[in-house]
């Protein structure tokens, strides 16, 4: 009795981090890291790049602020982040601020080829295709010395202001760009650029950097509309690579086959179906494709793709923009008549009505007809009084 009172039960959570670990050690990342950045923190206590590993795991599973990571961490078994028991009380965010300076005096370039030279082996991973985006990185507060300076040597980024992606114009940012392979969406390559940098020049600097990883140009760049720029879309032809882009409504060739589809028959391939499996009493998704008659002015070809999806998604976006539009004009309607209405002619209520329906974007869809009346009404007291009576 006496030793089964002198037990104690002591929960600790696993998570994902069992799966997470195996992946770690197959690409050897805590290994990789270890050669980077070996020198030891001042105190000895916890070495820098197991404080990268530990930073790293939360990243995946956690993403706390670092001065939440003692708290978080203890909640696990130590071992899972490589630390003994009584390393964890040595954790503290100071210690991860050190790791990350350590980190960042390293050559992380080749630390990241490394890596991904690594992954590309062990797993397998196809070089054939790969898929390019950025994004804004919003910042809240001055950075005043965040200003693009070296730092010990090194070139620093920007934060800056410039096309903010959460709609925050007044905010300051980074942009993020990354690449991804097409055999599963890996990571393959990123890259952080000053705030007020714009995507249309980013793309020349990552089709070299993924030649350099692939050894040659051969491999499919795909990229939006910030793509299709001239001067990007002639430098990769002329280095012998290949790239799928999105090509701009402003684009003189898409004005063109639009009118060009009014009067003219194309004969549209089906290119692709799909019926998803939890969707199996929904009609499939359908790709079709037909090339354009003319090549884009720079002479490379267009093809033109129809979706299914995108029929109805903009079915369901035409009728909410007509609707918001009526809605409007029967609020206007309303107001018409009401005696205390200030749209008295008939051009003030044709300018009123016209401006509903181009706000709501329904100006494509939408013919307006104002009808002006003249009703009669007599009264013992008053004599005759005529009301004009506006229709839309």
Known sequence: MNN???LELKSETIDALPVINHFIDRLGLDEIIK????????SNHI?????????LRNIIIGRLPVYG??????????HLFNLKPEQVDYINDDRIGRALEKLFDTDRASLMTEIVLKA???????MDQFHNDSTSITFYGGYEDANGDNKRGKVTLKIARGHNKDHRPDLKQLVFDLTVTSDGAVPIHYKGYDGNRTDDTTHIENWDTLRKLKGNPDFIYVADSKLCVSETMRYIAGEDGFFITVMPRTRGEDKWFREHIIDNKVSWDEVGRVQYPRKKNDTPEIWRMVESPIPSKEGFRIAWVWSSKKIRHDQKNRQNTINKAISGLKELQKRLQ??????????????????????AGANRWIDLDVVETIETTHKKEKGVVQDQILDI
């Open 4 to 6: 089964i009172e002198s």
């Open 35 to 42: 050669t980077a950045m070996p020198h030891a923190d001042q």
């Open 69 to 78: 990571f003692k708290e978080w961490i203890t909640l696990f078994d130590p």
């Open 338 to 359: 009401s005696n205390r209405s200030r749209l008295k002619t008939k051009q003030a209520v044709s300018s009123e009505a016209e401006k509903i329906v181009e706000e």
């Open 47 to 55: 070495m820098p790049y197991t404080s990268i590993g530990m930073l």
């Open 120 to 126: 590309v082996r062990e797993l397998g991973l196809k």
